[in-house]
């Protein structure tokens, strides 16, 4: 039962162009949305999150997008930089709870 | 900067053997959470811990684990008679007490190997 799903399991962009994650969801009691990074050996580390009541959410270089009626959420980093290459977990929050639902995640990898 | 720290960062044990993975939250958090990572696959959560009680738990968080915080600074995932099928990363996290309590702060993972 995959309730957030993303598809790319692996993204290539070139440093300093745009590198746009996608993530899909089937929930519609999902109130929060989060998109993690996560290195090797390291745990996943939080970037930017949205509620359900708004469509995008700017931090610096990180955008996320949310879609409600196609129930799909999209991560754009602008410029891209090697040090972003990590995997990046897109992840919901049903709002009857705390627990959370994890994609399996993009692998980004910005050729310098 | 504050961080939740997990021990050990490795476990090998025999299948059968129980085990007890350990994490010390951020002191002023107030939700606890444990998932885990079987290799190559999503995270999977696994339990949620609030006011010193389960709050929330998968179908995966079967009786063969429990969760506990014994000293109001470590939080145990012990899984009892480990299965092959139990090895994984497994995650803990935790929640502020103030702000962002949807934001969950993550430790580095103990890799769990059952033989």
């Known amino acids: 039962d995959q309730q957030v799903k993303q598809n790319s399991p692996s993204l290539s962009v070139q440093e300093g162009r745009i590198s746009i994650l996608n993530c899909d969801y089937t929930?519609?009691?999902?109130?929060?949305f989060l998109w993690y990074k996560k290195y090797p050996a390291e745990g996943p580390t939080f970037l930017i999150s949205?509620?359900?009541?708004?469509d995008k959410n700017e931090d610096g270089r990180f955008t996320v997008f949310l879609n409600k009626s196609a129930k799909h959420l999209s991560l754009h980093i602008v410029p891209s930089q090697p040090g972003d290459s990590a995997v990046y977990f897109c992840a919901a929050r049903a709002n009857t709870g705390n627990q959370f639902y994890f994609g399996t995640g993009t692998s980004l990898t910005v050729i310098p | 900067e504050p961080e939740v720290t997990q021990t050990p960062s490795h476990q090998v044990t025999q299948m059968g053997q129980e085990v007890i993975l350990r994490c010390v939250p951020i002191s002023n958090h107030l939700y606890f959470y444990w998932y885990r990572q079987i290799l190559g696959q999503k995270v999977e959560f696994l339990v949620s811990f609030y006011n010193n009680e389960i709050s929330e738990k998968s179908e995966i968080f079967d009786d063969q684990f429990s969760v506990e915080r014994p000293d109001g600074s470590n939080f145990t995932l012990k899984i009892r008679s480990t299965k092959l099928e139990d090895s994984a990363m497994y995650f803990c996290a935790s929640t502020p007490r103030t702000g962002f309590t949807h934001t969950q702060y993550f430790g580095p993972g103990t890799r769990l190997t059952v033989l």
């Open positions: 949205i509620s359900s009541i708004k």
């Open positions: 929930n519609s009691m999902f109130d929060y």
